[in-house]
T-cell receptor, first 112, second 111 residues
Framework: EPEVTQTPSHQVTQMGQEVILRCVPISNHLYFYWYRQILGQKVEFLVS????????KSEIFDDQFSVERPDGSNFTLKIRSTKLEDSAMYFC??????????FGSGTRLTVV | RKEVEQDPGPFNVPEGATVAFNCTYSNSASQSFFWYRQDCRKEPKLLMS???SGNEDGRFTAQLNRASQYISLLIRDSKLSDSATYLC????????????FGPGTSLSVIP
């Protein structure tokens, strides 16, 4: 079964540093997403990406965040100047249409 | 009103029981509806889409009432492996690309 692959599985970073979370969506999928889940809280939408541009973003997705599809397979989330409250599980997802999303296993980001 | 609300839970039920989860959503223009399950510290996994006519997949039945903006999930003959958090997911409305997750309802199936 095709999978969405995320790396690393766990990232520890110092406050103020920049991190890049990486995702390889399923190859024939056209829509890409990032979500985050703070421990014990609900899954929150960050951003959707289609046709090489952001199609929708939440109020969480401010100037601290950016996404990129640097080549035909990778989809990255960059978080600049990390804060303690950025500690969360970050999930990448992809879909063929804008329905029925497949999630990666997530990157646990810990900001210390 | 929150965009997607669910029963607060947790639900603790014996094996073999039937359990129902409820979900309401605030955006009447929403077009697509799903149930996901999430195991502890794992990614959400699609359980089933929810269609207006209602749909069934084995022991799982999903219903949608657009007039009431209400979605339900029924699990019959619950198994230990059904223990998880069940997430109601809604997208569409002004944008198909924005997906809203409910807070989830935790289910524990007890031997």
């Amino acid at each position: 079964e095709p999978e969405v692959t995320q790396t690393p599985s766990h990232q520890v970073t110092q406050m103020g540093q920049e991190v890049i979370l990486r995702c390889v969506p399923i190859s024939n999928h056209l829509y890409f997403y990032w979500y985050r889940q703070i421990l014990g809280q609900k899954v929150e939408f960050l951003v959707s990406f289609y046709n090489n541009e952001i199609s929708e973003k939440s109020e969480i997705f401010d100037d601290q965040f950016s996404v990129e599809r640097p080549d035909g397979s990778n989809f990255t989330l960059k978080i600049r100047s990390t804060k303690l409250e950025d500690s969360a599980m970050y999930f990448c997802a992809s879909s063929v249409s804008a329905e029925g999303y497949t999630f990666g296993s997530g990157t646990r980001l810990t900001v210390v | 009103r929150k965009e997607v609300e669910q029963d607060p839970g947790p639900f603790n039920v014996p094996e073999g029981a039937t359990v129902a989860f409820n979900c309401t959503y605030s955006n009447s223009a929403s077009q697509s509806f799903f149930w996901y399950r999430q195991d502890c510290r794992k990614e959400p996994k699609l359980l089933m889409s929810v269609y207006s006519s209602g749909n069934e997949d084995g022991r799982f039945t999903a219903q949608l009432n657009r007039a009431s903006q209400y979605i339900s999930l029924l699990i019959r003959d619950s198994k230990l492996s059904d223990s998880a958090t069940y997430l109601c997911v809604v997208n569409g409305g002004t944008s198909y690309d924005k997906v809203i997750f409910g807070p989830g309802t935790s289910l524990s199936v007890i031997p």
